[in-house]
């Protein structure tokens, strides 16, 4: 009987191991490999699902196709590396998978409003440096690898304590 419980129990029980899967190794792939060309087959492959099982699987999972959550993780990493770095443009295009600047500098603009150059000298991370709104230092770690301090707030405290307990695992 399709619908029994059993069967829907086996059937989440499968559905979970998908999942795990797709978390545990995909995930990791797809942000190892940003630089590089990413097709649906290969990741289908990879989960071991045919490619029309694997979008429908993958959509229904994170509430977002495969080539938008690549979009959307290219776009991240570049906004970091124009932020955080002084690469030209050509570099953080390359860095994040795209064949060329002018795909790169269109897809940039449309979801951040701004193209590359300009997002680097006046998007929103350029407030928190100019301002001294945001200064990375946390307590004990003097190698400026990472440290928080938030000032002109209310909520300073709070925001640095929170910061810290989120920080402090990943450092050691």
């Not at 495969?66 to 990493?77: E, G, I, N, S």
């Not at 795209?98 to 940039?108: D, K, M, W």
């Not at 449309?110 to 300009?118: E, F, T």
Request: glycine share 6%.
């Amino acid at each position: 009987m399709p619908n029994s419980p059993r069967a829907l129990a086996d059937y989440h029980a499968r559905l979970q191991r998908v999942s795990d899967h797709i978390h545990d190794h995909i995930h990791d792939h797809i942000h190892d490999h940003l630089h590089e060309p990413l097709n649906m087959a290969q990741l289908a492959e990879l989960g071991c699902l045919s490619p029309c099982h694997w979008h429908r699987i993958y959509a229904s999972f994170f509430g977002e196709i495969m080539a938008a959550t690549v979009k959307r993780l290219r776009l991240q990493k570049a906004a970091g590396d124009l932020a955080q770095t002084t690469l030209p443009v050509r570099q953080v295009a390359t860095r994040c998978g795209y064949p060329n600047v002018q795909s790169f500098t269109h897809t940039f603009s449309q979801a951040y409003g701004l193209p590359p150059l300009q997002y680097r000298a006046r998007g929103p991370h350029v407030q928190f440096m100019q301002h001294g709104r945001f200064k990375y230092a946390l307590p004990g770690h003097h190698d400026g690898a990472f440290a928080v301090q938030v000032t002109d707030s209310p909520l300073d405290t709070a925001a640095a304590d929170l910061l810290t307990d989120i920080y402090m695992p990943l450092l050691g």
